[in-house]
């Protein structure tokens, strides 16, 4: 029974060490992704992936991404990554720091290969010197018949490979951990407001976090030639009633705060208006188009800005009041700067001055940083592999007569010869100027 | 002034296009008749287009203020730049003229493409959404200028050595005049073909990752599966199967050289067919535009 439990594992181990597992994995990958980009998905463009047949919904075909199928293909291929780079990891070890010199001329078999007639101590000397200066690590053993050598340059080019497979687990780990914890949300603020950061709408995840946003400005500013600069908000972070933190952001330049990241997404204009009701004055600020309304306490009436003029000097807004559930507006018009005008009788309104709305992304993903780790790790692993390939050189002296003899040296040519072949040459012809 | 730097950019084009497109012409001429003059002024004339190029870009530069790879037009520019640049340092490093008439043709098309498909308008300096406004965006373009050179030159080398091994595969011995016998035999080929491709697979992974860090600092998201990026993972993932598969089952040849036309067929997919033939291109497209190359 035992014999064939270990069979099973044994055959397991077998498959997921394999490569030809590795390249279907990895076309399934790539074949999935692609159907992926056909159907609309639902984080992209919820719209249209809500129109998509109700099977294909159903399937799972517009969030790909994160079905069950498409996590469980990228689970195994980090197990077969896994698997593959710890069976690999000896005999890497072994080729690059536990390395044999040849015992006969028959190990040096190679395409590469030369012969040297010289006595014995001579040429050691000059290839151990030849060698070094080329910045190869030499191992020399001496046998009765002669001596023999191996030499390797650019070792740390044998980890390439498997440094890049690990980075792939480690950019999957990064991954994981960015769905599942964290949080994704968004805010839409107008200059002058305070909001409590677990007030905000969120996407994604939860916010234990219990800080508040104060946003002092919001800006989008234009260079002289009348190209758009930039969104500017001129935030701040106030814990427990005190600020702790100031900053300007915009797109491309965030904030980030004890793990909680400030993304300048969007911005929309706004007014600042002052209510007057019968018995007190309200600071209202409304957004472009609607985005917001005011309703003013005790009455059924809610406004909204339907259009804004956002210049400095002279603002302009056109409003609309509706009343309860109604569809037409009951009252609609266009207020100047410093104008003020009657609501239904109920109160009074006067335009202030422009006012941005600052929209924000605001995101926590403690798994960023993971990804920019595997990220970094398979850049160092592609530069091994392919910038900084190892050579290894190797020889067997035989003595004839005397303390005569001959070379032969070879090296392992590995995946190209071109560049090899050259610089073995020139470690002959270098040796043999000696 | 900046008129005149504009009408100097405009010249720049066409200067180059005049160079590439008669380039491509004195490369077949060479191939086809053997005349060395013909060789020297393809070479010459790709040298020339190179400069043209160079011109073009940094005066668009000049007058944008900005690094030029913010619109479709500035992107092929730099995409032909990387192309011929690329092919030219292959000429010389191995002597190798007759890739020419397979490499020159892609950047001809390219510039078809431009002068059929974008009216004047496009081709002009726009102004460009704060989104685009990072260095990192710099990075991610040029590694793909690079990359994409290099996987263009390698489809060429691909297709060279497809034509050549139809030749001799058909049993009379390559016809010791024919224009095939212009080519450098079939595993120098296929060698080459590998370590244009080990030059480029590297910057193509970076120019994936500049492209999520740029991503991350302008919404927080450093990927999201978006038709583009996808598409990049795709033919990055080509390539991966194309080197394990020649380390591993030993593919080589024919295989590999039509491993290196699929892969560049991805790459002009993710460029170009993403934008026109995809559906549902996501809300930031707009503020983020064919720049996810
Ligand atoms: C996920 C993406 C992968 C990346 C980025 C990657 C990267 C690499 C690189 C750069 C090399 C060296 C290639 C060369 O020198 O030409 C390599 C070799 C190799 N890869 Fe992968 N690989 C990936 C997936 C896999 C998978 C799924 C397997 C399957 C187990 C695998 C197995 C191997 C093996 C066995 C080698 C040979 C190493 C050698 O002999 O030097 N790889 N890989």
Redesign the pocket.
């Given at each position: 029974m035992k014999e064939q439990r270990e069979g099973i594992v044994e055959y397991i181990w077998r498959v997921f060490?394999?490569?030809k597992?590795?390249?279907i994995?990895?076309g399934l990958v790539a074949l999935v992704s692609g159907v992926g980009t056909v159907f609309p998905q639902a984080n992209l463009d919820p719209g249209k992936a809500k129109e998509v047949g109700e099977i294909w919904q159903t399937l799972g075909f517009t969030q790909i991404y994160s079905t069950v199928w498409f996590r469980l293909l990228m689970g195994l291929?980090c197990i077969?990554?896994v698997v593959?780079s710890i069976q690999?990891f000896q005999g890497i070890y072994n080729r690059t720091f536990a390395l044999k010199p040849p015992v006969s001329v028959s190990n040096v078999f190679s395409k590469i290969k030369a012969k040297l007639a010289g006595e014995s101590e001579p040429l050691k000397i000059s290839v151990q010197d030849v060698l070094k200066r080329n910045g190869f690590k030499l191992t020399i053993n001496s046998g009765d018949n002669g001596w023999s050598f191996i030499a390797i340059k650019r070792r740390l080019g044998n980890w390439?490979?498997l440094i890049?497979?690990i980075s792939?687990v480690v950019l999957v780990i990064g991954a994981i951990l960015g769905t599942t914890m964290g949080f994704k949300g968004f805010m839409m603020s107008s200059a002058g407001s305070t909001v409590p950061i677990n007030s905000i709408s969120v996407s994604k995840g939860r916010i234990n976090q219990d800080f508040s946003v104060r946003i002092y400005s919001a800006e989008d500013r234009f260079l002289p030639n009348g190209e758009r600069d930039n969104w500017y908000t001129d935030m701040g972070i106030i814990e427990n009633g005190t600020e702790v933190l100031r900053k300007t952001i915009s797109v491309n330049h965030p904030l980030t705060y004890r793990g909680v990241t400030f993304y300048q997404s969007s911005f929309a204009n706004g007014a600042s208006l002052t209510v007057d009701l019968k018995d007190q004055k309200l600071p209202i600020v409304l957004q472009d188009h609607g985005g917001n309304y005011f309703q003013a306490p005790g009455t059924e009436l809610y406004l909204i800005a339907a259009a804004i003029k956002s210049d400095p000097q002279k603002p302009i807004m056109l409003y609309q009041v509706y009343r309860g559930k109604g569809v037409q507006p009951v009252q609609t018009g266009q207020i100047n700067a410093g104008e003020t005008i009657d609501v239904q009788g109920e109160y009074k309104l006067t335009l202030e001055a422009n006012a941005g709305f600052t929209g924000l992304q605001v995101k926590q993903d403690p798994g960023v940083m993971v990804v920019w780790l595997g990220c970094a790790l398979?850049l160092l692993?592609?530069f091994l592999?392919?910038y900084w390939r190892s050579m290894v050189v190797l020889g067997v002296f035989e003595s004839g007569q005397g303390t005569e003899g001959e070379l032969t040296m070879g090296t392992m040519a590995g995946?190209v010869t071109g560049g090899v072949q050259e610089e073995f040459d020139r470690l002959i012809h270098d040796i043999q100027a000696k | 002034m900046d008129q005149g730097l504009q009408n100097l950019e405009t010249s720049s084009f066409y200067v180059m296009l005049m160079a590439y497109t008669l380039c491509m012409f004195f490369h077949w001429a060479w191939i086809g008749t053997k005349k060395e003059l013909m060789g020297r002024f393809a070479t010459y004339l790709s040298i020339v287009g190179l400069v043209a190029n160079t011109a073009a870009i940094i005066l668009r530069m000049i007058i944008a203020g900005r690094p030029p790879l913010s619109n479709s037009y500035e992107f092929l520019l730099a995409f032909i730049w990387g192309i011929i640049f690329v092919y030219l340092f292959i000429e010389y490093r191995y002597k190798l003229r007759s890739l020419g008439a397979f490499v020159m043709p892609i950047a001809f098309l390219i510039l078809m493409f431009i002068i059929m498909s974008m009216g004047p308008e496009e081709r002009i300096a726009q102004a460009i959404p704060p989104a685009l406004k990072s260095k990192w965006l710099t990075f991610h373009v040029v590694t793909a200028m690079f990359s994409y050179g290099a996987f263009a030159t390698s489809f060429g080398l691909g297709i060279m050595y497809l034509l050549k091994i139809g030749e001799e595969g058909k049993g009379k011995k390559s016809n010791p005049h024919g224009i095939i016998s212009r080519f450098p035999a079939l595993d120098i080929i296929d060698e080459l073909s590998y370590k244009v491709i080990?030059f480029a697979f590297p910057l193509l992974t970076l120019c994936i990752i500049t492209g999520a860090i740029w991503a991350n600092y302008a919404w927080g998201t450093y990927w999201s599966w978006d038709p583009k990026e996808t598409w990049s993972l795709i033919t990055w993932i080509i390539y991966?199967a194309y080197?394990?598969a020649?380390?591993?089952y030993g593919w080589k040849g024919k295989r590999a050289a039509w491993m290196t036309i699929f892969g560049f067929a991805a790459v002009l997919f993710t460029f170009f067919g993403v934008n026109y033939f995809l559906p549902g291109l996501h809300s930031y497209a707009i503020s983020q535009p064919n720049i996810l190359v």
């Open positions: 060490s394999s490569m597992l590795g390249l994995l990895l291929l077969n990554l593959c690999r390439g490979s890049s497979h792939f398979l692993g592609l592999s392919f995946k | 080990g991966a080197l394990h020649r380390l591993m």
